[in-house]
């Protein structure tokens, strides 16, 4: 990530936590937007809203698994009917019960996000196209990513899940 990519996420961040920046009461800032995001960033950092996300830890898992694994090529393994260690599964069944489920869970009030992340996983266990099982695992790595997320804000809280 380069250093303009990061002032861009701790800009989006600025705004998302509703940092006000008067740029036009601060003069050190006339005519440049990168020391415009050098100043909202230290703002953010000064004011201790800098909270460490997931993403720097995925990037560091995926580096120990390339560092020990090498680049892997496995088969995706995947489709409605395939196999779970050496078991024949259903998968396309198993990712419609899982919808179903997830969403009686969502009406009656009681979803989880271990629900939530097993629906996407066994959606994308029974996706045989290409594209469509990007799309499921990238919305199993976001799903992923938002529960990490909910962990580190009830952490931050001192609340236990």
């Known amino acids: 990530m380069t250093e303009q990519d990061t002032l861009q996420k701790i800009i ?7 940092t006000q920046i008067d740029l036009k009461q601060d003069r050190r800032l006339e005519g440049s937007q990168l020391a415009w995001a050098g100043f909202a960033a230290s703002s953010i950092l000064n004011a ?3 909270r460490q996300g997931p993403y720097d830890a995925i990037k560091e898992e995926r580096e120990r698994q390339e560092a020990k694994w090498g680049e ?6 995947t489709g409605p009917e ?3 260690l050496g078991e024949p599964l ?3 069944h198993l990712a419609d019960r899982a919808k179903s489920i997830t ?9 989880t996000y271990g629900d939530i992340f097993l ?9 045989s196209d290409p594209e469509k099982l990007r799309t499921e695992l990238i919305q199993c790595a976001a799903v992923a990513v938002a529960w990490v997320e909910k ?4 952490a931050a809280k001192g609340a236990t899940a």
């Open 12 to 18: 989006f961040q600025s705004m998302r936590l509703n």
């Open 48 to 50: 201790g809203y800098r």
């Open 72 to 77: 892997q090529n496995h088969p995706d393994g």
């Open 82 to 84: 395939g196999q779970f």
């Open 90 to 92: 259903q998968f396309g």
């Open 103 to 111: 969403d009686n869970m969502a009406r009656v009030g009681g979803l």
């Open 119 to 127: 629906e996407e996983v066994f959606e994308a266990m029974a996706e």
């Open 151 to 154: 962990i580190d804000r009830d």
